[in-house]
């Protein structure tokens, strides 16, 4: 596939007609007008082009934006990995294309391997042969990738999610609609309601997910769970929306009935069906991290994903060990580190890893950078006193920190009002742009007795490992 010539890519749907004329040819200046990309009408070129600098700028996390919400807009991620090409931008370019790879699976081949072609100049030897492996085998979002930056359909993963195994079969490591057919088979519906709710946020187009997890809600009478969900995902672009509409109308008129029970399941079978692999040293992943310290809510996986990081050196993996200072049953902690790795919340290194002793604050500084699509982030506590942060200066940090202070109090105050009448969780607030993506983002962090809040300028890249590290510094220090 080539890209459309300037010339060709001139016609009325180019960003190139869509925008202001700067002035007069000698001028050095921009107009300092607003620019909003998710207000311009789309561009169908392959490349678009834009004569204000600050659109060019913003079109890639706009692109970014749009593929999140819908992971099959093939058009989106052809223009933002030619953009990020054109704009000679290596890691940016090899991100693109690992969230095409991701969300085309083993459809595609011709498109995936003609783009990795025209873009194979700017990335190195050990990216495009990763890539190349992945044109017949489907490239899994819990992949580890070699220099993955601003990627939206990756989890972050730098070790393996293979930590526990069926004794059957060591690779066995079942995709999230298997694990929920598995469940559903077991008579466990709450726990395929997790996995297909899971599988729903990593695909939302996926038409089978949909109608297995409104079949599990209309079944068990979950409207709470329904309309939870349906609030979660109201940005994406959900697969079947009819079937929404009507679950919706039928929730709705129907009196509301008590779910059913949770069914018992039994886990002397799970003991014996799976064995933990003692040879890896254990941390969660940015997503397994995320959920660890996004809620000061105790629960079984909140609690494991913590107790993986309050050492500052990572231990051997025993299960012995974990179980004691988890006061788990060993049963009950296979079953919910099966669950942890099918939701690839927690990943194996073959090396310990560490947090270092002292001088936490550069490291954290250093942390902060690659969270922020624009390199700009600030750590502070409840009270609004910052302790970490880069590419901000002190006014502006000031100004930050005392707008998450308060943020952290409206939270605070209408977080079960929000919970109980909308269905929503608050996990961050953010002031956004007219297409809804961050351009000042803060995301509380509930460690021990002590709440922080990260604040971050721009898009958010929190599926880094960079994310993992700071929050285990965090939890070491303070949990």
């Given at each position: 596939?080539?890209?459309?010539?300037?010339?060709?890519a001139?016609g009325?749907?180019?960003l190139?007609?869509?925008?202001?004329d700067p002035?007069e040819p000698?001028r050095t200046?921009?107009?300092?007008?607003?620019?909003e990309?998710?207000l311009l009408?789309r561009s169908?070129?392959?490349l678009p082009?834009?004569?204000d600098?600050r659109?060019?700028?913003r079109?890639?996390g706009?692109?970014?934006?749009?593929?999140?919400?819908?992971?099959r807009?093939?058009l989106s991620h052809?223009?933002?990995?030619?953009l990020?090409?054109?704009?000679?931008?290596?890691?940016?370019c090899?991100?693109?294309l690992?969230?095409l790879f991701?969300?085309?699976?083993?459809s595609g081949r011709e498109?995936?391997e003609?783009?990795?072609?025209?873009?194979?100049?700017?990335?190195?030897?050990?990216?495009?042969r990763?890539?190349?492996?992945h044109?017949?085998?489907?490239?899994?979002p819990d992949?580890?990738?070699p220099?993955?930056?601003?990627?939206?359909?990756?989890h972050?993963?730098?070790?393996s999610?293979g930590v526990?195994?069926s004794?059957?079969?060591?690779?066995?490591?079942?995709?999230?609609?298997?694990a929920a057919?598995?469940?559903?088979?077991?008579?466990?519906?709450?726990?395929?309601r997790?996995?297909?709710?899971?599988?729903l946020?990593q695909?939302?187009?996926?038409?089978t997910?949909?109608?297995?997890?409104?079949?599990?809600?209309?079944?068990?009478?979950?409207?709470?769970?329904f309309?939870?969900?349906?609030?979660?995902?109201?940005?994406r672009?959900?697969?079947?929306?009819?079937?929404?509409?009507k679950l919706?109308?039928?929730?709705?008129?129907a009196?509301?009935?008590?779910?059913?029970?949770?069914?018992?399941?039994?886990?002397?079978?799970?003991?014996?069906?799976y064995?933990?692999?003692?040879?890896?040293?254990?941390l969660?992943t940015?997503a397994g991290?995320?959920?660890?310290?996004?809620?000061?809510?105790?629960?079984?996986?909140?609690?494991l994903?913590l107790?993986l990081?309050?050492?500052?050196?990572?231990?051997k993996?025993?299960?012995?060990?974990?179980?004691?200072r988890l006061?788990?049953?060993?049963?009950?902690l296979?079953?919910l580190?099966?669950?942890?790795?099918t939701?690839?919340?927690i990943q194996?290194?073959?090396?310990p890893r560490?947090t270092?002793?002292?001088?936490?604050?550069p490291r954290?500084?250093?942390?902060?950078?690659?969270?922020?699509?624009i390199?700009?982030?600030?750590?502070?506590d409840?009270?609004?006193?910052?302790?970490?942060?880069?590419?901000?200066?002190d006014e502006?940090?000031?100004?930050?920190?005392?707008?998450?202070?308060?943020?952290a109090?409206?939270?605070?105050?209408?977080?079960?009002?929000?919970?109980?009448?909308?269905g929503?969780?608050?996990?961050?607030?953010?002031?956004?742009d007219?297409?809804g993506a961050?351009?000042?983002g803060?995301?509380?962090?509930?460690?021990g007795?002590?709440?922080?809040?990260?604040?971050?300028?721009?898009e958010?890249r929190?599926n880094?490992?960079?994310f993992?590290?700071l929050?285990?510094?965090?939890v070491?220090?303070?949990g």
């Open positions: 596939m080539q890209a459309d010539s300037p010339e060709q001139s009325k749907d180019t190139d007609e869509l925008v202001f002035g000698t200046e921009t107009p300092a007008y607003p620019i990309p998710g009408p169908r070129a392959l082009e834009a004569d600098p659109l060019t700028e079109l890639g706009y692109l970014e934006s749009r593929i999140a919400r819908n992971p807009d093939l052809v223009q933002r990995i030619l990020h090409h054109e704009k000679g931008e290596p890691d940016a090899f991100a693109a690992a969230d991701v969300a085309l699976g083993a498109l995936r003609n783009l990795l072609r025209q873009t194979a100049d700017l990335l190195t030897g050990e990216q495009v990763l890539l190349q492996r044109l017949d085998v489907p490239l899994t992949l580890p990738l220099g993955i930056g601003a990627s939206s359909l990756t972050g993963v730098s070790g999610t526990i195994a004794v059957h079969s060591l690779d066995d490591n079942p995709d999230l609609l298997h057919y598995q469940s559903l088979e077991a008579g466990d519906e709450e726990r395929a997790r996995y297909l709710e899971q599988a946020d695909d939302p187009g996926d038409a997910v949909v109608m297995e997890l409104l079949a599990l809600y209309q079944r068990n009478h979950l409207r709470d769970a309309f939870s969900a349906q609030t979660r995902f109201s940005s672009k959900l697969a079947l929306p009819e079937l929404w509409e919706e109308r039928h929730f709705h008129a009196p509301e009935i008590s779910a059913k029970p949770k069914p018992q399941t039994s886990q002397e079978t799970k003991v014996t069906d064995q933990l692999l003692e040879q890896y040293y254990v969660p940015p991290a995320f959920y660890a310290v996004s809620s000061s809510e105790p629960d079984p996986m909140r609690k994903l107790a990081m309050q050492d500052r050196v990572t231990p993996f025993k299960l012995d060990t974990l179980s004691a006061d788990i049953e060993k049963p009950a296979l079953d580190l099966r669950q942890a790795q939701l690839a919340w194996g290194f073959e090396t560490e270092p002793a002292s001088r936490i604050g954290l500084e250093t942390l902060l950078a690659p969270l922020s699509a390199h700009k982030g600030l750590l502070v409840w009270n609004g006193f910052a302790f970490a942060r880069h590419g901000i200066d502006t940090a000031a100004t930050l920190s005392a707008l998450a202070a308060d943020i109090a409206v939270e605070n105050r209408h977080a079960a009002r929000l919970k109980k009448y909308l929503v969780a608050s996990q961050g607030w953010a002031a956004v007219a297409y961050s351009r000042i803060a995301w509380p962090l509930f460690v007795d002590q709440r922080f809040l990260l604040v971050l300028q721009g958010p929190l880094l490992e960079q993992v590290e929050t285990w510094i965090l070491n220090r303070y």
